[in-house]
């Protein structure tokens, strides 16, 4: 039997949790703003995150990124499409297609996964799939967040210096690039 030449991690269902999560943009006034959560647990310092959680089982990864951005922040929202290389096929596409990197415009497609190790006695890994969101701009005022949450518009900069983890950092650049070349 032969044995693959790329290097191959494979994950029971027991070994690995999904996550999706959103970036949540305010596209609405004379500057970009993105929505933050501050958690502050008891008595120790505040964090500044992105939304995100885990997916139900068959839920749709961008439904569930959508879900959990409105239940932690209260804003209801939806997947902003922007132009965006990527290495999945256009359903236009027919016979074999190359597997190369290839700009398409208008994608509501996970902009960047996080694979995080869990550790403990066995492999465990959480996947976190990222999307952009835009606050929907129908005039409705949000529902309150989850309690342990308070949700923050700010300028993106400001956003970026203010996030807690170097990861939730390079995944806010990335989204930001992303909306701004759209």
Known sequence: MATSTFPTT?????????????????????????????HQPGEEPGEWLLAKGR????????????????????????????????????????GNVPDVVRSHLNLTEPFMLTVRELGGSEANVKLIWWYIAEVDSDGTKPAKGEEQFTAQFMDCQDALQKLTYQGDRDILERAISLVEGS
């Open 10 to 38: 494979q994950y029971t269902s027991e070994q690995f949790v999904e996550s999706s999560g959103a970036i949540l943009f305010d596209l609405s006034g004379h500057t970009k703003q993105v929505c933050l959560l501050y």
């Open 55 to 94: 997916r139900n089982h068959g839920e749709p990864r961008g439904s569930a990124a959508l879900r959990e951005v409105q239940e932690e922040t209260g804003y209801p929202c939806h997947l902003y499409p922007v132009r965006m290389a990527t290495r999945t096929t256009d359903p236009t596409d027919t």
